[in-house]
Structure formats: structure tokens, C-alpha cells
């Protein structure tokens, strides 16, 4: 199984500070997924990506893939309340079964207003 | 993209009993996937459905404390049995999300099982 390091691992932040999550890997990945779960509910996909070195921005938030596709990160700008949650990074692994995402252990962040 | 619905949301369950969760997947997909978590921390993959062949598990998981269907390409269940108080946890079923790899994959809101 190819591991994922995520960290940090808990966050907790004001309302209006920026922040960065990492993803590392000593294995290459085809392509990361960053999701953010709330309780209660299942996680939702962010973004993929896919190429080395792209950068991809939705509203507040950038992702980027590093060159080598081992490691990926997650940066938010001007954070808000509603920002808080369990973000995890996940890449496709060739499982027992097939092909089905391997998760990091996940970054848990609270904004205060 | 697919929406999952997943029952029930939430069960309390004594020890020695069995349950089992439901997912009705609104489109086909060829593959579905069961996960457990722990509140608050990562997603362990525990097995994938594939429609017309038996589930195959990960290490650590064995069919007969969690058997599961997958009668057709919309529905499946994972039954955790013979429950002990270390199967609390939450049961998330997922596939894929439609678009390709960048669809990523679409999870249930899950199953929080605590056993008594």
C-alpha cells in the first residue's frame, strides 16, 4: 500500500488567517484527490490532480501537485468559519480488489470567528 | 455526478448481533467500495463490490464478519456481524463519482454503529 503523510494532522486557526496542509508520499501517484468531510456526511471531492506541478485554484483554495508527484498540498487564504473540517488527500492504489483511493490520515480544521 | 444514498444513518447494537447497511447508488457503477472510520480520523478501505463476483477484502477483513452484496449494479450491503464494541465506528460506502479520474469518487453520508 502506498502510504500518505498528511499533516498537520489537527489545525486550529481565526477567522482571516491562511494555512497549509501537506500530503507526502515516497511513491508516485498518477493523481491525489483532496476531499473535505463534515460531520455527520460523507467526504466531497475538491479537486484532482493530475499533472506534475499543476496548480489548481477554487475560489480561496489552491492545490498544488509537486514535480515528482509524490506529494501535493493544500493552501487557504483568509480562512473562514466555514472552512471547518476534516480535509484528507487520497490517491489511487492497486488494491486487493482493484483500483480504490488510499487515504491520508487527514487534517482536522477549526476557524473561529 | 452519482449520489449515493446510504441507510441506516445511525444504529445502536447490542454485542452478538448483526447489521446490516444499505446503498442505492442513482446511476451504475461498475465497482462500489465499503470504508471505515473512526470519528474524526482517516478512511480504512475494508472492501470492494463488484456486481456479479464476490466481494474481495483487504487485509484485516474477512467476508465472514463483514459478507457483502452486490445483487446489482445500482444497490449493495455490507453486514457487520457478530458485532463486538470494537466495531463502533463509521461505515462509508463510495463509488465512482462519474467524469473519470477527475470525478473522483462519491461517498454515502454514512453509517455511525455503536455496540453495546
Known amino acids: 500500500t502506498q502510504l500518505l503523510e498528511q499533516s498537520p494532522q489537527f489545525l486550529s486557526i481565526q477567522e482571516g488567517e491562511n494555512l497549509t496542509v501537506y500530503c507526502n508520499s515516497s511513491s508516485v501517484f498518477s493523481s491525489l484527490q483532496w476531499y473535505r468531510q463534515e460531520p455527520g456526511e460523507g467526504p466531497v471531492l475538491l479537486v484532482t490532480?493530475?499533472?506534475?506541478?499543476e496548480v489548481k485554484k477554487l475560489k480561496r483554495l489552491t492545490f498544488q501537485f509537486g514535480d515528482a508527484r509524490k506529494d501535493s498540498s493544500l493552501h487557504i487564504t483568509a480562512a473562514q468559519p466555514g472552512d471547518t473540517g476534516l480535509y484528507l488527500c487520497a490517491g489511487l492504489t492497486n488494491s486487493n480488489s482493484g483500483y480504490a483511493l488510499n487515504f491520508g490520515k487527514g487534517t482536522s480544521l477549526l476557524v473561529t470567528p | 455526478s452519482a449520489v449515493i444514498s446510504q441507510k441506516p444513518s445511525r444504529d445502536i447494537c447490542q454485542r452478538g448481533t448483526s447489521l446490516t447497511i444499505q446503498c442505492q447508488v442513482d446511476s451504475q457503477v461498475t465497482m462500489m467500495f465499503w470504508y471505515r472510520q473512526q470519528p474524526g480520523q482517516s478512511l480504512t478501505l475494508i472492501a470492494t463490490?463488484?456486481?456479479?463476483?464476490?466481494?474481495?477484502?483487504e487485509s484485516g477483513f474477512v467476508i465472514d464478519k463483514f459478507p457483502i452484496s452486490r445483487p446489482n449494479l445500482t444497490f449493495s450491503t455490507l453486514t457487520v456481524s457478530n458485532m463486538s464494541p470494537e466495531d463502533s465506528s463509521i461505515y462509508l460506502c463510495?463509488?465512482?463519482?462519474?467524469?473519470?479520474?477527475?470525478?473522483?469518487?462519491?461517498f454515502g453520508s454514512g453509517t455511525r454503529l455503536t455496540v453495546v
Open positions: 490532480v493530475v499533472t506534475g506541478g
Open positions: 463490490a463488484n456486481q456479479g463476483s464476490e466481494a474481495t477484502y
Open positions: 463510495s463509488a465512482p463519482g462519474g467524469g473519470g479520474i477527475i470525478g473522483g469518487y462519491t
